[in-house]
């Protein structure tokens, strides 16, 4: 009597086989997620968005530059390339049924949160490995719905990110707490597991938007066939960034100095148009990062190729920069929140993630995967795979 064998896992897509697109995007944006976290260690007598306020000038342009162009823009083209790689993964291991690619999916997801635990705890309560973990367990019953209920979701979604509210990071007036600077190991530990939980199942409502537009992006293959997508994507690249740019002023000019900081009724407003235009801004640097792409795509040179490697390696490249930021503003460790500047910091960030291209690159060229990578990929798919 012949036996029937359940078809297995198709196992990671193999790195000679990935879009250029994605995994440049995600290497690049690393920068962005470097100056984006640093910043909110920064001490000052006044706060505000993250950023002491009685910085030089050369600070003020720094934390113009930054509220412009990376903070609240970052996070939300990781959530987009989430869910596009989540849709790639259906895709390629739809012989399982919905019941597997689920389980399978939701395995990826243990370990995100797990990991994303242990990075809160010893590193970096702001962690969002977790918060993906999270989003992951509930959008694993989505990648099968149809893409109009997906994006009337995500619409759905991204009007809650625009609701007048006081909840803004960008207009935030709260220094950095003990969560984030733990005068010792003790209180590190104490108040991070009281603040992690709300950063991991609130983080979700954020990312949704962007997570569910990925997953229609993904099943449509935009961002591995710009040649097919040109239109769309040059569209949303010019239409996303200078939404992103023009909503980001009311904020980063004030944040800057530039302008007063209003009314508290009118700071409900701009925290959230900031946070908004923030969500197309990341749908931007995707579409543009991934029109650049093609034009490296034939023959990627050396700084391509590292910045793709990171892009490959990006929850190890993330970790790794956690590192630094636990080392440098720690105040059992260097303690430097209240010595650096903006412009300093800043200048850190991106020296780590240099630091991160390099060590990226070197993994390259030994053929090796990034650890994490590569611990996701053995929880997910096994061992063998």
């Known amino acids: 009597m012949a036996t029937t064998q359940q078809a297995g896992p198709a196992g990671p897509t193999a790195t000679t086989e990935r879009a250029l697109g994605p995994d440049l995007a995600r290497g690049f944006m690393l920068l962005f997620i470097a100056l984006a976290n640093s910043h909110y260690f920064l001490r000052g007598d006044t706060v505000r968005g993250g950023y002491p306020m009685d910085g030089s000038w050369l600070d003020s342009a720094v934390t113009w530059l930054i509220a412009t162009f990376v903070d609240g823009r970052a996070f939300p083209m990781f959530g987009l390339l989430f869910g596009y790689g989540v849709a790639h993964i259906a895709r390629r291991n739809e012989a399982l049924g919905p019941r597997g690619v689920r389980r399978l999916l939701w395995r990826r997801a243990l370990v995100l949160i797990v990991v994303g635990f242990l990075h809160a705890m010893l590193l970096f309560v702001g ?81 949704a938007a962007p997570f569910l537009v990925g997953l229609v992006a993904g099943r449509a293959r935009v961002l591995e066939r710009p040649e097919r997508y040109r239109r769309l994507l040059t569209v949303t690249a010019a239409g996303g960034i200078a939404i992103a740019v023009l909503g980001a002023q009311p904020v980063a000019l004030m944040l800057a100095g530039v302008t ?115 611990l996701v990929r053995r929880v997910a798919y096994g061992r063998r795979r």
């Not at 990110?161 to 935030?172: F, G, Q, Y």
């Not at 707490?177 to 597991?193: C, K």
């Open 127 to 207: 962690d969002i490995l977790a918060a993906y973990g999270v989003l992951l367990l509930l959008g694993a019953w989505t990648v099968r719905w149809r893409g109009r209920w997906l994006l009337v979701l995500a619409a759905a979604f991204f009007a809650l990110t625009v609701l007048p509210s006081a909840d803004s990071l960008s207009i935030s007036a709260d220094p950095p707490d003990a969560s984030m600077l733990p005068p010792d190991l003790v209180t590190m530990v104490t108040e991070r597991i009281q603040v992690h939980p709300w950063v991991a199942l609130g983080g979700p409502i954020g990312f």
């Open 260 to 374: 007063d900081v209003p009314s508290a009724a009118t700071l409900e407003l701009i925290g959230p148009l900031h946070d908004g235009s923030g969500v197309l801004g990341g749908f931007g640097y995707a579409a543009l990062i991934t029109l650049v792409a093609t034009r490296f795509a034939a023959r990627p040179g050396p700084v391509v190729e590292a910045i793709r490697a990171t892009g490959q390696r990006s929850m190890t490249c993330y970790l790794m920069q956690s590192v630094v930021w636990a080392a440098a503003f720690t105040p059992f460790l260097l303690d430097l929140s209240g010595i650096l500047s903006v412009a300093a910091t800043a200048l850190l960030a991106t020296a780590t993630w240099l630091a991160t291209v390099v060590a990226a690159d070197r993994m390259r060229r030994a053929g090796r995967r990034g650890p994490f990578e590569v």
